[in-house]
């Protein structure tokens, strides 16, 4: 029996991705991607030739229950995220579930999250903190934010380009005095982190721009 990667990958900037990552994606004999066409430009970036098969949360038990095959037979498999470390807001969870259930080895191949990656730049203290994903769009989404702005430890989250200036004005109306450090299209070429009072952060981000993907961390 073979094993199950969890292959950690840029989250923009291609250069990001570890050695370790280029090594095991190269040894193994099938590629478990989010989407294929976004995983084949990492790969052709760095001379990968190895089959890619779609897997995400839409996935059927099937797909899964061929992978674990796979592996079973003795193929080596490499599961991979759009961008980021599989596991963190994403589905990956359910497969190394089922590979846990039939004694087959994980191995995770760590590196670039956005959620580590703006923590390292925030300049406040994250040794304790709560991380919420992406927020609900609609059902329970005030009530975590209510929670939030309450919480004593930094709440983390991720949020899109679409929804991201409501989500933050949300949060102003319950409470006006918090402080964010958000992070919009890290390690990309228009990398730009903002910190500052809610107030503050909004007034910036609307001379600036709200495209792309965003983290954001609340606090104090």
Do not use: W
Not at 45 to 63: G, L, N, W
Not at 128 to 157: A, D, S
């Amino acid at each position: 029996m073979s094993k199950l990667y969890i292959v950690a990958t840029p989250i923009g900037n291609l250069s990001d991705i570890t050695l370790r990552a280029i090594d095991t994606l190269k040894s193994v004999d099938l590629i478990a991607c989010e989407d294929t066409r976004v995983t084949k430009k990492l790969l052709n970036r760095f001379d990968i030739k190895k089959p890619t098969i779609s897997f995400h949360q839409h996935s059927k038990v099937a797909k899964i229950d061929y992978l674990i095959n796979q592996i079973k037979q003795g193929k080596p498999i490499a599961l991979v995220t759009d961008a980021g470390t599989p596991g963190i807001s994403d589905p990956c969870g359910i497969l190394v579930a089922e590979a846990v259930k039939s004694h087959i080895d994980v191995e995770p191949i760590p590196g670039p999250s956005a959620l580590t990656t703006l923590i390292s730049a925030s300049g406040i203290a994250m040794d304790r903190f709560t991380f919420l994903g992406f927020l609900p769009h609609k059902k329970g989404k005030q009530t975590l934010i209510k929670e939030m702005v309450k919480n004593k430890y930094p709440v983390v989250f991720y949020e899109s380009t679409h929804r991201i200036m409501k989500t933050l004005e949300a949060i102003k109306l319950e409470s006006d005095k918090v402080n964010i450090v958000v992070g919009r299209e890290l390690t990309k070429k228009f990398e730009t982190i903002y910190r500052g009072n809610i107030k503050e952060v909004i007034d910036q981000i609307l001379k600036d721009s709200q495209k792309g993907e965003f983290v954001v961390i609340v606090f104090g």
